[in-house]
């Protein structure tokens, strides 16, 4: 677990840090049922990177970036406050997607990686687990590939069942990286990666991550870094055999493609032509990222690297973005039917 997690509180982990709460009356409330950007928060990683081009012109770190977060309690908004006064002024926006075992936040975390280094090998507590040790989410989540320069790899599961004491004397003695099933990632993969899933991200990738709102990490194994381990956490929640899941793109219409689905969150690949069309009063929130081209949306520029929410109960959206790409993702029992993409 990340030492900062210990002995917090749900809400003490998503706002610590943050700014006093807004009043109500201090929220914009005009755009109520218009998008919304959520601005970048930039998180120092020593896999990461220095510039994170293509996204974010100009920016040039002193430190490496390796995660830039989006669905955050302290992601500034466009609406003029942080996302988590936003949603407390507001809770109406999450819709029935919101999780009343955690009401101040976002139920989904929306993150870029960048990395030139292998992440740790790494493993994530499922929510009972979560809930009875730190009073949080667990975290399932899925990466849809970006980009991938050699040797862009990744690891998800194990090439052969293990017992819990083979996986923490390999953990301890290093073998737990050759035991690892690695596998070769292209630009338009995706990867789904429940809880319980031992996993590393190798160098050179670009990721989109959806997860669980939640920042529990138990590090098995760190190449020698000089970082916290987590065995006898990560030991325990570990699933001890080969990674089960895989995912396929289908195709909903044109230029819609469904990526990943679970209890948690559908992911969805859009590509217009011309345009995206988002009818009114979707009973849940949606977000939407742009990885690739340019567009407006609500008479605003939208570029690659970007990160909106669309609140419940919206009003009618218009996204005028030929060429573009764009991951969609939201919670519900089916593909959203108010979504058009020409």
């Given at each position: 677990m990340n030492s900062t997690l210990a002995g917090k509180t749900a809400s003490e982990v998503f706002q610590t840090g943050g700014p006093e709460v807004l009043l109500s009356s201090q929220i914009p409330t005009s755009g109520g049922k218009r998008p919304f950007r959520l601005l970048p928060?930039?998180?120092?990683?020593?896999?990461?990177?220095?510039?994170?081009?293509?996204?974010f012109p100009g920016t040039l770190r002193?430190?490496?970036?390796?995660?830039?977060?989006?669905?955050?309690?302290?992601?500034?908004?466009?609406?003029?406050?942080?996302?988590?006064?936003?949603l407390a002024a507001r809770p109406d926006i999450l819709g029935s997607a919101a999780d009343s075992r955690h009401p101040g936040i976002c139920p989904l975390l929306v993150k870029l990686l960048f990395t030139t280094e292998r992440l740790s090998v790494r493993v994530h507590p499922d929510d009972e687990y979560a809930r009875q040790r730190h009073n949080s989410l667990g975290k399932t989540e899925a990466w849809y590939v970006i980009d991938s320069q050699a040797p862009g790899e990744i690891a998800v599961g194990f090439r052969?069942?293990?017992?819990?004491?083979?996986?923490?004397?390999?953990?301890?003695?290093?073998?737990?990286?050759?035991?690892?099933?690695?596998?070769?990632?292209?630009?338009?993969d995706v990867v789904f990666v429940p809880a319980g899933t031992v996993h590393a991200i190798g160098a050179g990738l670009i990721i989109c991550e959806i997860q669980e709102n939640s920042d529990v990490t138990y590090?098995?194994?760190?190449?020698?870094?000089?970082?916290?381990?987590?065995?006898?956490?990560?030991?325990?929640v570990s699933s001890l055999g080969p990674?089960?899941?895989?995912?396929?793109?289908?195709?909903?219409?044109?230029?819609?493609?469904?990526?990943a689905v679970s209890e948690y969150f559908r992911i969805e690949r859009l590509r217009p032509s011309r345009s995206m069309h988002i009818g009114?009063?979707?009973?849940?929130?949606?977000?939407?990222?742009?990885?690739?081209?340019?567009?407006?949306?609500?008479?605003?520029?939208?570029?690659?690297?970007?990160?909106?929410?669309?609140?419940?109960?919206?009003?009618?959206?218009?996204?005028?973005?030929?060429?573009?790409?764009?991951i969609a993702t939201y919670t519900a029992p089916e593909p959203l039917g108010g979504l058009r993409v020409d």
């Amino acid at each position: 677990m990340n030492s900062t997690l210990a002995g917090k509180t749900a809400s003490e982990v998503f706002q610590t840090g943050g700014p006093e709460v807004l009043l109500s009356s201090q929220i914009p409330t005009s755009g109520g049922k218009r998008p919304f950007r959520l601005l970048p928060i930039f998180r120092d990683r020593i896999w990461g990177r220095t510039s994170l081009a293509p996204f974010f012109p100009g920016t040039l770190r002193k430190n490496p970036v390796g995660e830039v977060w989006f669905t955050f309690n302290d992601n500034e908004t466009s609406e003029g406050g942080h996302l988590g006064e936003v949603l407390a002024a507001r809770p109406d926006i999450l819709g029935s997607a919101a999780d009343s075992r955690h009401p101040g936040i976002c139920p989904l975390l929306v993150k870029l990686l960048f990395t030139t280094e292998r992440l740790s090998v790494r493993v994530h507590p499922d929510d009972e687990y979560a809930r009875q040790r730190h009073n949080s989410l667990g975290k399932t989540e899925a990466w849809y590939v970006i980009d991938s320069q050699a040797p862009g790899e990744i690891a998800v599961g194990f090439r052969e069942k293990l017992t819990p004491e083979r996986l923490r004397s390999a953990a301890n003695s290093g073998e737990i990286e050759s035991l690892l099933e690695w596998r070769k990632v292209k630009a338009g993969d995706v990867v789904f990666v429940p809880a319980g899933t031992v996993h590393a991200i190798g160098a050179g990738l670009i990721i989109c991550e959806i997860q669980e709102n939640s920042d529990v990490t138990y590090r098995l194994y760190d190449y020698g870094r000089d970082r916290e381990l987590h065995l006898d956490d990560g030991v325990q929640v570990s699933s001890l055999g080969p990674h089960q899941y895989s995912a396929q793109a289908v195709a909903l219409t044109q230029g819609r493609e469904e990526l990943a689905v679970s209890e948690y969150f559908r992911i969805e690949r859009l590509r217009p032509s011309r345009s995206m069309h988002i009818g009114a009063g979707t009973p849940y929130y949606l977000l939407l990222i742009c990885v690739a081209g340019t567009g407006m949306m609500d008479a605003q520029a939208v570029e690659a690297g970007q990160c909106w929410m669309v609140p419940a109960d919206n009003s009618e959206i218009v996204i005028d973005a030929p060429g573009s790409t764009w991951i969609a993702t939201y919670t519900a029992p089916e593909p959203l039917g108010g979504l058009r993409v020409d």
